[in-house]
DNA sequence: CATTATAGAGAACAAACGTTCTTGATTCAA
DNA sequence: TTGAATCAAGAACGTTTGTTCTCTATAATG
């Protein structure tokens, strides 16, 4: 604690940026990290800056980097301190990188209903549909059908292309989908992002201690 | 053309945002817009900001708002589509916004085997883990066991807390956990992300037209 | 003990900033 | 042809900015 943290500064700046999508001017920066003098402030941007978290865009004024918005992944215990898993080079993610590759033809669509359990897709994830109106057969596409969004696996047989769910439970509910006339595809399924619901915050229980 | 047209403007803006990834002040503005007085920029600027496409940041500064990235899947597609889809706006939502909070007590975790199968959590999931070492019962918490992390049930019972699996049909492959000792725990899920490992992309399939 | 980093504050400054007010063209309808 | 909008530039303002330089405490080291 005694050795000037820099990552307790960029977290809190990182929490900041979420907020008001912008780096503030020193002198914000000063409040936000309660710091009484700007020269201090600049000292330790000037430090965010060799490592890498910050740099200076056209102009002065600084912007975040590529490095700014990457989270850790671990894969196993760090030793020590959670702080450490900077020094230890583990593999840095960026979320929308990692899970959208053409943007311009990508949507989110949310899920209804649990016909889709068995593939691990949940009511109210948000399925991530990459648009296309071909697919092979197996494919889990959003289909539109009766004027409605769907989302099936892709299937076929001797009487033609159809769509079947994934609920081995409740099979019976969900029978498959033969089109009338023709089978519209508006896209197809290439991941996933689903936010838990999690209970609001009551700490019941502390097992143990912590690290 | 005689109409000062802000899309002009905007558009230019919108590809310095890209290049740059800031907003720039007045005198880089006029630059940007080849306007030689700062004061005609800050009045197109106002303009910008009256439709919404800018908005000013805690001191002063300009931040784009969610408007100003509209642009990217044109919304004309969506005309004469089901309205299911107007409800998500999906160009305007931004993943790492949706789904984490705090950044800097969020991690990803890469999930291994099949023992949450039945929360729609697969192996090789990214689940997102938000950092505190408390939880309630119930809750789904990633915990430190045998220098080993493990995403589980928190649970207890009167010998005291332990940890669970959800594989309802693998069940007898997953004992429950108990700690020697005192459980540790690291943090707990907040959400989760999944790139579908799409078979590489053989357009089997064209069934009926599209759109 | 002396010394040397580290963590922090204060003052100071030129440049850049956001903003307002004034003035001059050009367009276009009454 | 008058008069109001619109488009544009200029000058001027007080404030904030990034930065630098100097000055302290405190802690660690030798």
Known sequence: ????????????LQDYYVREKIIPSTTQ?????NVKARSWTHQI???????????????GRLRPTLRFFERTVGHRVWAGLPQQAFDVQPELLR???????????????????DSMIDLGILEGDMVIIERGNTASIGQVVLA???????????????????????????????????????????????????KAHVAPHRPHARPGSSL
């Open 1 to 12: 604690m005694q050795q000037l943290d820099i990552f307790t500064y960029l977290g809190k």
């Open 29 to 33: 920066l000063s409040a936000l990290w």
């Open 45 to 59: 941007v000037q430090r965010l800056k060799e490592e890498g978290f910050l740099e200076n865009a056209p102009g």
């Open 95 to 113: 979320i929308d990188d990692y899970l959208i590759e053409k943007p311009s033809q990508t949507i989110l669509f949310p899920v209804k209903g």
């Open 144 to 194: 539109i059908v009766d004027n409605e969004f769907t989302l099936k696996v892709l299937a076929r047989d001797q009487e033609g292309y159809y769509l079947e769910a994934r609920n081995e439970k409740r099979g019976r509910d969900y029978p498959p989908i033969r089109p009338e006339q023709k089978l519209e595809i508006y896209g197809f399924y290439v991941g996933l992002i689903r």
